[in-house]
C-alpha cells in the first residue's frame, strides 16, 4: 500500500510513517498544502491521511483537488477539531473516514486498512490469514473452512488485531475501539480481558495456531510467529 | 417596603404635619383679625355713647344700641384706662350664655364719673372660624386622599420603566446570544440607567465569549500535543526489550493521556452545549434509544452482573440524538461504575418522567454540588464532567433534573 501523509506536526508524522512503514508499506510524507498538491499532480497512492489544519491552508482543499483531477485515492481526514460540521463536510467532498485527534496507531492503522480495502477489493470480499479467512460482507469466519461463531466484539477485536499484526496494541486502544469515544468506560479494563480470552478460545478451538500473546500488561500482540 | 411605599410614608407624615402646623398659626391669625375687628367696632361704639352722652346730657338707654349690652356703672375713680377683654354675652333673646367681647372706658356726665362697658356677642366670629376650620379641615383630607392616589398610581406609572429594566435583568442570560435590550422611556434617569446596565450587560458577555472562545482553542490546541504523546506511546510500546517495569510506567502515561483526552472532549462538549452549537434536534423514541442503549452496555453490566429493571412507556422527545446519546452513555456509565457487585439499575420512563435510579454507595451524594465541574467521588475514575453535561443537556432542552437517595438506590429524576 502505497501512502501520502499529509500532517505539519512532525514528531506525529514520522511515528506514522514509521508505524506504517514496517508492514511493508511505502510511506511519503509533506507537511503542507501547497507540498502535498504538488506530491499528488504527480504521483498515485492508494491512500491519503489528511490532517485538516494545514499551516498554509485548509486540508479540505485537497479533498477538493482529488475530486477536480478524479483521482482516486482513498481519503482519511485527521483532524484535531471534533465538530460534527468538519466531519460532515469533509465526508461529504469525498473523504472516506474522519478520525479525531488524539488516536492511537493501531486504530489509524485499522481504519486506513478498512478504506483501503473498500476501495482496492471492491470485488473480492475475503480477507485472508494464513488459515483464517474471513467473509468481510458476510461478517463470518473460518478457520481451516471449519466456520467459528464471533460474537460483534470479538470479530471486530480479530479484524483489529489482524489490521495491526506483528505490534504491540496497548489496552487503552483496544478500549476506545471497542467501546468508542462516548463511552467514558475506558479505565475498566476487566471485559478486554474477557473479550480477549474467548476470542482466543474460539480460535483455539478451531485449531488456530495461538497467535495472540499478552505484553507485560500492557497490551496484546496478534503475530504469525 | 416598597419605593412607592416609603414615599407615601414620608410624604404624608410631612403634609399632615405642615397641615397641622398651618391650622394652628390659621387658627391665631384669624382670631388676631377676629379681636382686632371687635375691638374698633367697640371703639366706635363708646365713641358713639360718648357722643350721645355729650350730646343729650344724659345715659342713653340700653336698648338704644342694638343688641350690644351697655352698662354703667357709677365710680368714684378719675382715671380708668380703657380696656378690651373676653367675657361672657347674654342674648336676652337666648338663654345661653356665648363669647362675648368687651370695651370698659370712663365716661364723665355732670361732675359723676360712670365705668362705661360694651360687651358684644363673639358669636358671628366663631362661626366663622368653624367654618373655615371645616373647610381647611375638608381640603386637608382631600388633599391627603389625592395624594395616597398619585402616589400609587402615577408613581408606580413612572416606576415602570424601573421594573421592566429589573425584569430584563432577571431573565438576562450570560450565555445567550441575543443582546440585552431595554426599552427606551420618557424618564432621564431611568434611560441613564439603562444604557449604563445594556453597556455593562454587553462588556460582560463579551468577556464570556472570549473565555469561551479560549477555552475551546486552548482545548483544540492540546489536541495535537496530546495525539503525539500517545503516536510515541503505541511507538515506544513495539520495543519489546523494555523491561516490565518501563511498561509499567508507560502503562501510567497511557492513563494519563487518556484521561486528558477525555477532559479535553468532555470541555469542548460543554461548550458547544452552552454555546448552542448543537442544533440537529430531530423527533426521537427515547425508549427505543434507552432499550438500544441497555443493549450496548450489556456487556459491562455482565462483568458486574448488575441486574436491570425496565419500566419502558412510549416516549417521543425532540432533541439531539448525538447529546441524548451522551446523556444515556454519562447516566449508564456512572450506574455502572458506581455500583456495587450484582447491584441493581431501575430504569423508568413515562410521559412526563424518566427515573435512573442505581445501586451503589450507602451514603447519599451532595446534591448541591453534584452537577458542578469537577465534583467527583473520591474513587472515581471519571471526569468529573459527565453529570455536568447531563445536566446542561437537560437544561438546553428545558429539562429538570433531580438526584435524590431513598431505599439505598441513587435517583435521578428528568422531567420533561
Not at chain 2, 472570549?210 to 513495539?238: C, G, R, Y
Not at chain 2, 516490565?244 to 508507560?250: A, D, G, K, S, V
Not at chain 2, 494519563?256 to 426521537?284: C, P, T
Not at chain 2, 475514575?381 to 435524590?404: F, M, P, Q, R
Amino acid at each position: 500500500m502505497k501512502l501520502l501523509i499529509i500532517e505539519d506536526e512532525q514528531a506525529l508524522r514520522d511515528n506514522i510513517t514509521h508505524y506504517f512503514n514496517d508492514d511493508g508499506n511505502i510511506c511519503e510524507s509533506c507537511s503542507s498544502l501547497l507540498g502535498a498538491i504538488n506530491k499528488l499532480s504527480n504521483y498515485d497512492y492508494d491512500c491519503v491521511l489528511l490532517d485538516i489544519g494545514l499551516p498554509d491552508g485548509d486540508g479540505f482543499a485537497i479533498l477538493e483537488y482529488l475530486k477536480a483531477q478524479m483521482k482516486n485515492e482513498a481519503v482519511l481526514i485527521i483532524s484535531a477539531r471534533n465538530s460534527l460540521d468538519d466531519k460532515l463536510k469533509g465526508l461529504n467532498i469525498g473523504a472516506d473516514d474522519y478520525l479525531t485527534k488524539p488516536f492511537h496507531l493501531a486504530e489509524l492503522k485499522a481504519r486506513v486498512v478498512a478504506i483501503y480495502r473498500r476501495k482496492a477489493f471492491n470485488s473480492n470480499n475475503k480477507l485472508v490469514f494464513n488459515e483464517i479467512a474471513i467473509d468481510l460482507l458476510g461478517r463470518s469466519v473460518d478457520v481451516n473452512q471449519i466456520p467459528v461463531t464471533l460474537t460483534r466484539k470479538e470479530y471486530d477485536m480479530l479484524l483489529y488485531f489482524i489490521a495491526n499484526k506483528g505490534k504491540v496494541i496497548s489496552k487503552n486502544a483496544l478500549a476506545e475501539h471497542l467501546w468508542g469515544d462516548e463511552m467514558d468506560m475506558h479505565d475498566n479494563f476487566d471485559f478486554i480481558y474477557t473479550h480477549i480470552k474467548n476470542l482466543r478460545k474460539k480460535l483455539l478451538e478451531a485449531t488456530a495456531n495461538d497467535y495472540l500473546r499478552s505484553i507485560y500488561g500492557i497490551g496484546y500482540k496478534f503475530s504469525p510467529q | 417596603m416598597k419605593l412607592s411605599a416609603h414615599y407615601s410614608k414620608a410624604s404624608i407624615i410631612i403634609t399632615i404635619s405642615v397641615l397641622l402646623v398651618g391650622a394652628v398659626v390659621y387658627f391665631f391669625a384669624i382670631n388676631y383679625i377676629a379681636d382686632n375687628q371687635l375691638n374698633s367696632d367697640l371703639t366706635e361704639e363708646i365713641g358713639e355713647v360718648i357722643e350721645y352722652v355729650n350730646f343729650h346730657g344724659q345715659l342713653p338707654k340700653p336698648v338704644d344700641f342694638d343688641e350690644d349690652q351697655t352698662s354703667f356703672v357709677k365710680t368714684n375713680q378719675t382715671y380708668v384706662p380703657t380696656r378690651f377683654f373676653d367675657t361672657v354675652y347674654k342674648n336676652p333673646k337666648e338663654k345661653n350664655p356665648e363669647a362675648g367681647r368687651a370695651i370698659a372706658g370712663l365716661i364723665s356726665l355732670k361732675g359723676q364719673h360712670y365705668i362705661t362697658t360694651i360687651t358684644v356677642s363673639r358669636e358671628s366670629t366663631e362661626d366663622l372660624l368653624q367654618i373655615i376650620g371645616a373647610i381647611t379641615l375638608a381640603l386637608s383630607i382631600a388633599l391627603l386622599v389625592i395624594l395616597l392616589i398619585t402616589n400609587r398610581y402615577i408613581l408606580s406609572g413612572l416606576w415602570r420603566p424601573f421594573y421592566d429594566t429589573v425584569n430584563a435583568l432577571k431573565a438576562f442570560n450570560i450565555s445567550d446570544s441575543k443582546r440585552l435590550h431595554l426599552k427606551h422611556n420618557k424618564v432621564d434617569e431611568f434611560n441613564e440607567l439603562n444604557r449604563v446596565v445594556e453597556t455593562m450587560a454587553s462588556r460582560v458577555k463579551s468577556d464570556y465569549q472570549h473565555l469561551k472562545h479560549f477555552t475551546e482553542n486552548a482545548s483544540h490546541e492540546m489536541l495535537t500535543p496530546l495525539a503525539v504523546i500517545t503516536a510515541k506511546l503505541d511507538t515506544l510500546i513495539q520495543d519489546e526489550t523494555l523491561k516490565p517495569e518501563q511498561f509499567e510506567q508507560i502503562n501510567d502515561i497511557y492513563s494519563a493521556a487518556s484521561k486528558l483526552s477525555r477532559l479535553n472532549q468532555s470541555l469542548l462538549l460543554l461548550v458547544k452545549i452552552e454555546n448552542n452549537l448543537v442544533d440537529d434536534a430531530e423527533l426521537l423514541s427515547l425508549d427505543g434509544l434507552i432499550s438500544q442503549k441497555i443493549r450496548q452496555f450489556n456487556e459491562l453490566l455482565l462483568t458486574k452482573d448488575i441486574n436491570v429493571i425496565e419500566h419502558l412507556e412510549e416516549k417521543e422527545i425532540t432533541a439531539s440524538k448525538y447529546l441524548v446519546d451522551i446523556l444515556l452513555n454519562n447516566l449508564f456509565s456512572n450506574a455502572i461504575r458506581h455500583n456495587t457487585d450484582h447491584g441493581q439499575v431501575i430504569i423508568t420512563l413515562t410521559a412526563n418522567k424518566f427515573i435512573f435510579q442505581n445501586t451503589g454507595s450507602e451514603n447519599p451524594l451532595n446534591d448541591k454540588r453534584l452537577f458542578e465541574r469537577f465534583q467527583k467521588g473520591q474513587k472515581s475514575e471519571g471526569t468529573g464532567l459527565g453529570l455536568t453535561i447531563v445536566k446542561n443537556i437537560c437544561n438546553l432542552y428545558h429539562w429538570d433534573i433531580a438526584y435524590s437517595h431513598e431505599n439505598a438506590f441513587h435517583t435521578f429524576l428528568i422531567t420533561f
